[in-house]
C-alpha cells in the first residue's frame, strides 16, 4: 500500500493571524469587519499573543524553548577575584572592556529570551565536548575566585547572565526560555500549534473591554476553555517524558583546570 507523502513547499502547521482575525470579528458581531478591521485589531492581537506566551511558557510548552545559541566570550585582562563578566542586551563585558561583536558575531543576549535555562562552554576554536556550566542564581550567587581557564559558573540577574569570566576565550552554547515576537500583519504566522481559539478568544475580550466591556464576561470562560486544552496537551506530553535526578556535587566539587 502507497503512504501518502508531504504533496508541496509553503505547506505549514501554524495558521496565520489572519484566521484570528476572522474569528474575532465574528465574536465582536463585525464579520464584515466596518470597523473591526486588521488594523485595529492588531495591538489586541499581540496582547493576547504574549499572554497566551506567559501562560504557555509558565507550564514549559517545548515550543518556547531554544538551543544551540552560540558566541565565543573574549577572555578577561587578567585574573581578579573582584571582577565579574556580563552578557545582556547591550553586549559583553568581560570586566574591564566592552563588546559588541567578536569573532564576527554578535554579542548580545537573544531578542527573544525570557530566562536562560542551560549554558555550556568550550575551548574557542575547538571541537571538544561541551561542559556545562554551573547555574548559581539559587545558590548564593557567584563565587569570589580568581578566574581560570573556564568560565565555571554563571548567574542570572538585572536582566543579565553574570561570570566570573575565564583566562581563555570561552565558545557558549545557550539554551533559553524564549517569548515569540509581535506580529506585524495578518499574513504573520501564529507560532502556536491549534491556538487560534486562545489567541482569538483573549483578542475578543480585550476588544471587548475597550468598547465598553458587556461582552467581556462572555469571552473570558471561552479563553480560559482555550488555554486549558492547550495546557493539558503540554501536561499529557510531560507524562511521557523520563526524569533523572542529577547527581549531587558540591559547589567547589568540580575541577577547572
Same mark, same amino acid.
Given at each position: 500500500? =502507497?503512504? =501518502?507523502?508531504?504533496?508541496?513547499?509553503g505547506?505549514?502547521?501554524?495558521?496565520?493571524?489572519?484566521?484570528?482575525?476572522?474569528?474575532?470579528?465574528?465574536?465582536?458581531?463585525d464579520?464584515?469587519?466596518?470597523?473591526?478591521?486588521?488594523?485595529?485589531?492588531?495591538?489586541?492581537?499581540?496582547?493576547?499573543?504574549r499572554?497566551?506566551?506567559?501562560?504557555?511558557?509558565?507550564?514549559?510548552?517545548?515550543?518556547?524553548?531554544?538551543?544551540?545559541?552560540?558566541?565565543?566570550?573574549?577572555?578577561?585582562?587578567?585574573?581578579?577575584?573582584?571582577?565579574?563578566?556580563?552578557?545582556?542586551?547591550?553586549?559583553?563585558?568581560?570586566?574591564?572592556?566592552?563588546?559588541?561583536t567578536?569573532?564576527?558575531?554578535?554579542?548580545?543576549?537573544?531578542?527573544?529570551?525570557?530566562?536562560?535555562?542551560?549554558?555550556?562552554?568550550?575551548?574557542?576554536?575547538?571541537?571538544e565536548?561541551?561542559?556545562?556550566?554551573?547555574d548559581?542564581?539559587?545558590?548564593?550567587?557567584?563565587?569570589?575566585?580568581?578566574?581560570g581557564?573556564?568560565?565555571?559558573?554563571?548567574?542570572?540577574r538585572?536582566?543579565?547572565?553574570?561570570?566570573?569570566?575565564?583566562?581563555?576565550?570561552?565558545?557558549?552554547?545557550?539554551?533559553?526560555?524564549?517569548?515569540?515576537?509581535d506580529?506585524?500583519?495578518?499574513?504573520?504566522?501564529?507560532e502556536?500549534?491549534?491556538?487560534?481559539?486562545?489567541?482569538?478568544?483573549?483578542?475578543?475580550?480585550?476588544?471587548?473591554?475597550?468598547?465598553?466591556?458587556?461582552?467581556?464576561?462572555?469571552?473570558?470562560?471561552?479563553?480560559?476553555?482555550?488555554?486549558e486544552?492547550?495546557?493539558?496537551?503540554?501536561?499529557?506530553?510531560?507524562?511521557?517524558?523520563?526524569?533523572?535526578?542529577?547527581?549531587?556535587?558540591s559547589?567547589?566539587?568540580r575541577?577547572?583546570?
Amino acid at each position: 500500500m =502507497a503512504i =501518502a507523502q508531504p504533496s508541496g513547499a509553503g505547506q505549514t502547521a501554524y495558521a496565520t493571524l489572519s484566521t484570528v482575525f476572522t474569528l474575532v470579528r465574528s465574536l465582536v458581531n463585525d464579520a464584515l469587519g466596518s470597523w473591526a478591521t486588521d488594523a485595529v485589531l492588531l495591538p489586541y492581537a499581540n496582547s493576547a499573543y504574549r499572554h497566551v506566551n506567559s501562560e504557555l511558557g509558565n507550564v514549559q510548552a517545548p515550543s518556547y524553548i531554544k538551543d544551540d545559541v552560540l558566541m565565543v566570550l573574549p577572555a578577561v585582562a587578567g585574573q581578579d577575584a573582584s571582577v565579574q563578566a556580563v552578557l545582556n542586551n547591550a553586549g559583553f563585558n568581560n570586566g574591564t572592556s566592552n563588546f559588541t561583536t567578536y569573532s564576527g558575531v554578535v554579542l548580545q543576549l537573544p531578542v527573544d529570551l525570557m530566562v536562560p535555562l542551560r549554558i555550556e562552554e568550550r575551548t574557542a576554536g575547538s571541537t571538544e565536548e561541551w561542559i556545562e556550566i554551573t547555574d548559581m542564581t539559587d545558590a548564593g550567587g557567584l563565587p569570589e575566585q580568581l578566574q581560570g581557564s573556564r568560565l565555571c559558573y554563571w548567574e542570572w540577574r538585572t536582566d543579565g547572565i553574570y561570570l566570573l569570566g575565564a583566562t581563555q576565550d570561552e565558545q557558549i552554547k545557550l539554551r533559553y526560555e524564549a517569548a515569540f515576537l509581535d506580529m506585524t500583519d495578518g499574513t504573520s504566522p501564529l507560532e502556536i500549534r491549534d491556538g487560534q481559539n486562545a489567541v482569538a478568544f483573549k483578542t475578543a475580550e480585550l476588544v471587548a473591554l475597550a468598547r465598553g466591556g458587556a461582552m467581556a464576561p462572555l469571552m473570558k470562560p471561552q479563553y480560559d476553555d482555550a488555554i486549558e486544552l492547550l495546557k493539558n496537551r503540554v501536561a499529557q506530553r510531560e507524562q511521557h517524558v523520563g526524569r533523572r535526578r542529577k547527581a549531587y556535587t558540591s559547589r567547589h566539587g568540580r575541577s577547572w583546570l
